[in-house]
């Protein structure tokens, strides 16, 4: 068991003993002699705790506590049954109180506990320490049923009352308690939960109905809160295994090993919790032990029967350490017997050995080694010392062969042969007897083996050597190269002699037998890499390399495969190594060999370009089977002094002119030329080269990519490919970062692509890269071979895509056309997802303001793109548009947590989205919402990310845009505005944002946090104590003349304060705000208790419907002509504070708690005054954070955030010039 202490401090989990208790814990005595109140527990020595404070006094001979409560006699002075029953004490505390004692004397406790729910169940016996300790469940069980009172058929758990009624809730309240306050010790001690299930197991089954009901609801309760400790302890489990995978996998330099030893501690303590994994893991290993005892295998044959395939599913175990324990069970078992395991059992052992896991490959190559290879023939005994075809061997490699066909994973021979390299390693390092089966012929009787079998043991044969003189595994399996010991590194040294000394003689002799077979070629030409060079010299065998400089040769000549070719430059290239002597013969057969291809291109070339009619088909291959060759060796070999571009270039631009010149050979021209320049480079950056070839190489690379430009408009796709794919690598390397490192002499070559080029780049992923699967052009026969294609196509998209995407990571083209990528980030998520999303997130390393409005903007482009498909009267439920909120939640959750970080990143995209909402206006006039309103639906998945200041701001921001009328509208099609609002609103300081607050100075608009409905004499602004004070008279005669005015109701969700009318300027006086005449016409229907009708007065003669009619036209009249004087007056207002504040600014009378995010965020602080000269409005706020980190956060804005220019209206500039 893990000791409390440990596991809690790891979980950080809350101790029991440290529970608060109530400050009300006082308990009731049942009997009504002490009344007295205890107070709460406090942690001053000395003074006794509430449950030591017995309510019904305690003698001094008392023993022992339980529930806090002193027990005189082994009875204490309150039952547990009683202070649940009573309820008035916290139901923690009763907890914690009882853990205390169960820490004291468990026996005591339990005891307690078991009363507990004896007498729950209504019975008026109880279990002694004499009976617990010496009878078992059943007997007290029997022994309580007879001192059950069955003279009523009620009990707590049925009776009636609030009082029993609220037993039961405490009941079951105290059962889940008990569980959640023990779940870090005490229920796994193997006592406690042992004792009570059986308790309640046996109650369950009782003759008695109360014990059967009471007993069943609390095992009920009880799994129920063992379900939710298993639930938090597998979260924490998950929790734990995600940060150590996440911690490890960082690199070495990075990692704290302090941490990830932390992290693996932890992990094993949880898991020892959870017991699932180490408990088949213990089991598994105590199995091993008895099968390897050979005198227990007879008695375990019914045991090894009824759990065979249990075992043989473990192997699947996704605990790979419990999977390697079950595969080792499974070879002891195939040691004792072979025939308990059938063909299935051993097939489904044998595929792990192409596991990524090595552990468990090694165990499945273990087992594979020893159910078909340790059984040998006796007859092979007497040929055990014989070498090459006929050892013993020669038939094993022969069966690892077939196995390697016959499970149809031929391309992961690498990993077939690090399987079984621990085990069958004197096997697979039988060189010769591979060498014996490939080049000798079969002895008689013997059968030879097929062109198919062969290549799988060249495959196998090239792995094992790979194996031996690299000593890694595979890629996939492992963390990478370790560091060998002295004994591996002699084992490898002796290897890669024996290696070069076998082959070094048989390799020509090989390459001149399969030299026709492509496939067989390309894997024997790999093995000069793994040569000991230094061997040609010392065991002369110097006439061996010249034997294999000729069959390279011949394989150059034959073939034109890119796989071949590519192979035989590489093995020209580990060949060429200037630390050894027999460089210089290398190099001049690699020289004749260039110069023989290089004049036959050019002889080619000149006469294929001078043909006046289109090119023969002979003359086509000869030419791009040399270009082939050439581009092939051009990649791995500095061929500069034969002036490869020229020719190329030449070529390419004869393509362009005439249009007809073949694919293939345009391909490789590209790829030939962008070799050229690029040794080019390599040359000018490694020597102090002179100006003139600085200035050559600018000249010829900016031709290229101007050619390649030009190819990117051809109809053929794989030409597109190959120049976007040249392109995307020569502005990568030729981009603004080659002069760092100190290279600034290479300034000169340093080259950005215009607009026409970005833009050609663009339509170009848009046009090749977003397609689906349907839309490709490759099809072959066969759905194999169909579904291989579709993958090989889906990969050459990602590459191109990726190669893109580093064009705006590394900053080369715009970073704003990456919205074209973003926006497909849902719908190619399968594809691309990976990729798309790994650039958002070095987008925003570089610039998180700009990543974000390029976020929004891909997210404005799918919107236009939807207006375009359905109309402005779409359907918001429709599945176009929630797809692209769910676009805009997913961008959102990129963001992350860290809401400080990204602060100005979120105000930038919300300006930006807010701007585009209004952008255009409804062509059926103003009473209708603009175009890309719903938009705003969009932008609402990202309120979240704004901190609570900025919520208000941006707030502020959006009224400016928004009309009288637009704050009043309730239809359907306001919904995105209305939902806007309320998500910027939402968990702001003051809810009592009002639609008309743009209207008010910042002294009539700045609310404590905890304003209330004004009722009675509320604070004038000071417009409204200069209208007081200059007009009363005329105020009262305004009263008298209009009667009875039309009053607005306030606004659905924007304010839960009711404001007074305001007088805004003398000689307007006493204003009411304008009413819409639908809503003006409903309330003279529909008078409410508020807004009365006219009435008519004592000596006035009542009027008749003409005159109503009238006095309704007449009212209506004055209404349009108040609302044109409000328009005008709200403006007048506007100006008059903001011009005061703005005055209190540059005196600097500004609060120190009162800094505006305004400024900041949404518009230059230095164009302020001229913006005010304009007309606009400058409102401001107020935020709660420290005056220093508010300046620093100031500092980091930019100035251009929420430029008020983009919203300037110039109908409300002319309104507010007229009235100054």
Known sequence: MIATSEFQAEFHFPQETDTQLSSDTDFEDPDGRNAKKTKGKTTKRGK???????????????????????????????????????????????????????????????????????????????????????????????????????????YPLTMAGPQWKKFKSNFCEFIGVLVRQCQYSIIYDEYMMDTVISLLTGLSDSQVRAFRHTSTLAAMKLMTALVNVALNLSINMDNTQRQYETERNKTIGKRASDKLELLLQKRKEVTYVAGSSEVRLKCLTALQGLYHNRELNARLELFTSRFKDRIVSMTLDKEYDVAVQAIKLLTLVLNSSEEVLTAEDCESVYHLVYSAHRPVAVAAGEFLYKKLFSSRDPAEEGVSKRRGRQSPNANLIKTTVFFFLESELHEHGAYLVDSMWDCATELLKDWECMISLLLDEPILGEEALTDRQESALIEIMLCTIRQAAECHPPVGRGTGKRVLTAKEKKTQLDDRTRITELFAVALPLLLAKYSVDAEKVTNLLQLPQYFDLEIYTTGRLEKHLESLLRQIKEVVEKHTDTEVLEACSKTYHALCNEEFTIFNRVDIARSHLLDELVDKFNRLLEDFLQEGEEPDEDDAYQVLSTLKRITAFHNAHNLSKWDLFTSTFKLLTSGIENGDMPEQIVINAMQCTHYAILWQLAKVTESSSNKEDMATLRKQMRAFCMLCQRYLSSVNTAVKEQAFTVLCDMLLIFSHQIVSSGRDMLELLVYSPDSSLQSELLNFILDHVFIDQDDDDNSTDGQQDDEASKIEALHKRRNLLAAYCKLIIYNIVDMKTGADIFKQYMRYYNDYGDIIKETMSKTRQIDKIQCAKTLILSLQQLFKEMLSDLGHNFDRSSSVFSGIKELARRFSLTFGLDQLKTREAIAMLHKDGIEFAFQEPNPQGEGHPPINLAFLDILSEFSSKLLRQDKKTVHLYLERFMTFQMALQREDCWLPLISYRNSLQAGGDDDTMSVISAISSRSSTSRSKKAKPIVGKRKMTEVEESSCSSSDGMWINQQQTVQTPVMISSPHLTSTVLRDPKRIRPEESYMVYPVPPEQQQQQIQQPSPQVQPPQSQPHQIPMDYNTQVAWMLAQRQQEEVRQQQDRVAMQYAKMRSHTQHAIRRGAELMEDDEEPIVEDVMMSSESRLEDLNEGMDFDTMDIDLPPSKNRRERSELKPDFFDPASIMDDSVSMNILTVL
């Open 48 to 154: 006794k705790v509430p449950a030591e404070k017995g309510l019904a006094g305690g003698k001094a001979g008392s023993h022992g506590r339980m529930n806090g409560h002193h027990q005189e006699n082994g009875k204490k002075s309150m039952m547990l049954f009683e202070v649940v029953k009573i309820g008035k004490s916290a139901t923690q505390s009763v907890v914690d109180d009882w853990i205390e004692s169960y820490k004291h004397d468990r026996d005591v406790a339990l005891l307690d506990l078991i009363n507990f729910f004896i007498q729950c169940s209504g019975c008026k016996g109880g279990v002694s320490a004499e009976m617990f300790h010496h009878m078992q469940n059943s007997e007290i069980i029997r022994k309580m049923t007879e001192e059950f009172d069955e003279d009523s058929g009620d």
